[in-house]
């Protein structure tokens, strides 16, 4: 009876011949001359692996992925499945094209060759001796099948030794076809988030066929991911897929495995892509795919190797990977993303196809800002059939002006600021070095509130005093602080105004940065650089990586506290009111950029941070279900609600803990000063309020913004001694700093401003009586031709704040104007050159004497005041 054959069959020995023995041994004498001993060589070839008939069959383990569910217990969450995704084909089944393209693009002598391709040998040989490296190509498709399955991925002498030994053997074993048969189906042809081993794997997951059906256009585009898997897959990179696929048919072509016109007609054939959905076998599709790249990218660093190499290892390793998911918390993040309700509608786009409905995208990312743990992370919504799988929460969008809290507010507040720091919301225009004037606008292009705090600024998202106090502070120092936040900016950012106040920046940054942005204000000015996995284990439960965060501290606690406490106003009565939490305090932003392309809403309570963003994948206007234009404070803010409202469901309310040196005064919130009288009796009512500072930063002048004066409330011009006593009323004003006449009728607290004209309506001398002087705003009385001032009964809270946030990306930041300690212009210098004049008679100098003795009389009992 005949014996059984052998699955691996060995072929009979052949006479080696004289010349193949003598290019060996040059090519062992070269590898000695360049770096080792003889006798170094040949212990490095007696320790070579012994070859076994089953080595090539040898499976690999797959890695567990695990996460921690609502009780605190580690979950098994994925399998990676290294031997379940290589299925074994033998060579009959694989189609010829298929062989010969793979051939052709990596090894076009492998039939010829003994194992080692001596002309790829000493050219790769010349390039490693110039780099002092061995790093290049040049290894057979033998000497590969050998590194895959034998040998590990270490670049050195020792590795290249044993790789031509052992392929020499195996080439003097098993037959051409049965090393092609091994090499097709052990190769890795997936992509960093496809796991796929060899040909029949590949060939289901793209394709979703057995590899015996493959066309050879098909057959073309599988040989040649093999080279560089995270480039050259389709779902990775469609466009670099199929320049690839033409090389390996021009190839075909050049070694006459293919005519012209089977070249041609391969060249011009679509493809057609299997979903890749279908080909995963896990939940929580974004998180684990983002694990999956940051276990690959420390593997690189350790191991100093290549990523695709780091992959491998991953999805054949029999690693247990331990992430920071918190089962519930993404849960929670995937259940509301599924609720169209919280998204603005769809678009429905026509041409000439017809209609293509556009789904707004979003994503989100929370996180434990204490560890820097990501605990979910979703990254996008809906099918993405015929896709990779894009991960928003780590794609660059513009931010608008949730960068502002990164870039402007805790910068000013650590250099000299405060939350009652005043700015002026008033028209200016800035010399920008190398791009011209810029004038930054407002949300409500043309509205201004004029005089306000960095507090009111932050909370109602007002886009020039931002501008102002990043021009104030310079460009250089924004953009420090948004690197140490962990942003990342460009030099481009760092030359821009418009960038680092505004958040129209060069590349944009991501949801994850900015949840780690924000979680360094939550965690007492101390950055934790987020992670989504805490250690990796081997096989035998070894450390292979122990992730440990990266931390430095940004800013003090004190300035990250009155930081998020002026965020915690922008929730509770500014523009992201939507996101305020029933049992939690809230401290938050919004943001929405140029042509309202990108929502977005930062936020934290003292247990986590939560981003949200929202958008089209190519970006245009968003439009909600009433026709308006959507902003931060809109549907990102209700997402942020929904979900965070889950994650703290059950939890005690907890306030943000307040560090030592935090200290409270009451001052002006148009001076930011020290309140006086007259603050409180502002015609628009009680302007004294009570501030939070960092101990030693508390004003200690006294407001001199707030000023009085008498007027004829006749003309609602300053009142002389020839005006009669019972059209003289004495009122209260603002003299705001630094700002220009011109400026106040853009102004909404311009009504309130000093009047600068003299009464000339009055000739007659009346009863002389005391003025008191300083600068303040009043309505102006009907048929008045001077400046507007207030009617004394009129009040309007400056502060509200019914008005919806937004930075524009067009605009650009402005200087701030001066802050506590500014003093009012001189008021003879005011009123010098406003004379008045009576167009009627011919003023005789003993008139104008005495007109200036009186606006002397009102300065001097304004300066008594």
Request: aromatic share 8%; net charge positive.
């Amino acid at each position: 009876m005949a014996e059984p054959r052998s699955p691996v069959k060995p072929k009979r020995k052949k006479k080696v011949s004289i010349l193949r023995i003598t290019l060996l041994v040059i090519m062992l004498a070269l590898a000695v001359a360049i770096g080792a001993a003889g006798g170094k060589v040949l212990a490095i070839i007696n320790s070579t692996p012994k070859l076994s008939p089953d080595a090539l069959l040898e499976q690999n383990l797959s890695t567990s992925i695990y996460a921690k569910d609502s009780n605190g217990n580690w979950q098994r969450v994925a399998l990676l499945h290294g031997v379940n995704n290589r299925l074994w084909v033998p060579i009959s089944k694989i189609p010829k094209h298929l062989q010969n393209a793979v051939i052709a693009i990596e090894d076009q002598r492998f039939r010829e060759h003994h194992g080692l391709d001596f002309k790829r040998i000493f050219g790769a040989l010349i390039a490693d001796i110039k780099s002092r490296s061995f790093s290049e190509g040049g290894s057979t498709i033998t000497q590969q099948l050998v590194k895959n399955t034998m040998l590990t991925d270490e670049k050195s002498l020792r590795r290249k030794i044993q790789e031509a030994v052992l392929a020499w053997q195996i080439e003097n074993m098993y037959s051409k076809d049965q090393i092609l048969e091994a090499y097709l189906n052990t190769i890795f042809l997936g992509s960093p988030s496809v796991n796929a081993y060899g040909v029949e794997a590949a060939s289901l997951v793209y394709f979703g066929k057995d590899v015996s059906k493959l066309d050879l256009a098909e057959s073309a585009l599988i040989a040649g991911i093999t080279n560089n898997p995270s480039l050259y897959s389709p779902y990775a990179n469609p466009k670099e897929a199929k320049k690839r696929q033409e090389l390996v048919l021009y190839m075909m072509l050049q070694n006459g495995y293919i005519t012209k016109e089977e070249y041609e007609k391969a060249k011009a054939e679509k493809l057609v892509y299997k979903s890749a959905e279908g080909i995963r076998d896990y939940q929580h599709q974004y998180f684990i795919d983002q694990v999956i790249e940051d276990v690959a990218s420390e593997l690189e660093k350790r191991d100093n190797i290549t990523r695709n190499e780091a992959l491998k290892k991953i999805y054949t390793g029999g690693y247990k990977i331990y992430t920071t998911m918190d089962l519930r918390i993404q849960d929670a993040i995937e259940q509301n993303f599924k609720n169209n309700k919280l998204f603005p509608r769809d678009e429905i786009v026509k041409n000439h196809e017809g209609e293509n409905i556009l789904e707004p995208q979003g994503a989100m990312v929370v996180l434990d800002p204490k560890t820097g743990e990501v605990k979910g992370m979703v990254g996008g919504r809906g099918s993405q059939e015929g896709k990779f799988l894009l991960n928003r929460a780590v794609s660059r969008r513009q931010p608008g002006s949730s960068i502002k809290p990164i870039t402007v507010y805790t910068p000013a507040i650590d250099n000299g600021y405060t939350a009652a720091s005043v700015i002026d919301d008033a028209p200016v225009t800035f010399e920008i070095k190398g791009s011209g004037p810029w004038s930054p606008k407002n949300y409500e292009s043309g509205y201004y509130r004029g005089l306000v705090t960095l507090r009111t600024a932050l909370q109602n998202s007002i886009n020039v005093p931002a501008a102002k106090l990043v021009m104030a502070l310079g460009v250089q120092t924004s953009y420090k602080y948004g690197i140490r936040f962990g942003l990342t900016l460009t030099h481009a950012d760092s030359l821009s105004p418009a960038a680092l106040s505004l958040g129209a920046l060069t590349q944009g940054v991501t949801p994850l940065e900015m949840a780690g942005a924000y979680g360094a204000l939550a965690n007492g000015g101390v950055y934790v650089k987020p992670i989504t996995f805490t250690k990796v284990l081997d096989r035998n439960d070894n450390v292979v990586i122990d992730n440990r965060p990266v931390k430095r501290v940004v800013v003090t606690p004190q300035v990250a506290y009155i930081v998020t406490n002026m965020m915690q106003s922008a929730v509770r009565a500014g523009t992201g009111t939507n996101a305020l939490l029933p049992n939690m305090p809230v401290a938050g932003k919004t943001g929405t950029t140029e042509d309202y392309r990108d929502a977005w809403f930062a936020g934290f309570t003292p247990h986590y941070v939560g981003v949200v963003w929202m958008g089209y994948d190519q970006p245009k206007t968003m439009i909600d279900r009433y026709g308006k234009r959507v902003v931060g404070g809109s549907y990102p803010a209700m997402m942020w609600k929904a979900v965070m409202q889950q994650v703290h469901s059950g939890m005690k309310y907890t306030d943000f803990s307040k560090p030592d040196g935090i200290v409270s005064a009451y001052v002006c919130k148009d001076s930011g000063d020290l309140p006086t009288d007259l603050c409180r009796q502002d015609p628009r009512g009680d302007r004294v309020y009570k501030e939070i500072f960092i101990q030693g930063t508390v004003p200690t002048t006294y407001c001199k913004v707030h000023v009085s004066a008498k007027i004829d409330i006749s003309t609602g011009k300053l009142a002389t001694n020839n005006c009669p006593p019972e059209f003289v009323q004495t009122r209260v004003f603002i003299n705001p700093p630094d700002r220009p006449p011109e400026l106040n009728k853009y102004t909404q607290d311009g009504k309130y401003v000093l009047p600068t004209q003299v009464c000339d309506v009055h000739t007659t001398k009346p009863e002389l009586t005391p003025g008191g002087g300083n600068n303040g705003k009043t309505n102006s009385p009907p048929n008045s031709g001077s400046q507007n001032t207030p009617n004394q009964n009129t009040s309007s809270d400056q502060n509200s704040n019914s008005n919806p946030d937004q930075s524009q990306n067009n605009t650009t930041p402005n200087t701030p104007s001066n802050q506590n300690g500014n003093t009012a212009p001189d008021q003879s210098t005011n009123s010098s050159n406003q004379t008045p004049q009576n167009s009627n008679n011919t003023t005789n100098q003993k008139i104008t004497d005495k007109i200036k003795d009186t606006i002397n009389n009102i300065i001097n009992g304004t300066k008594k005041q």
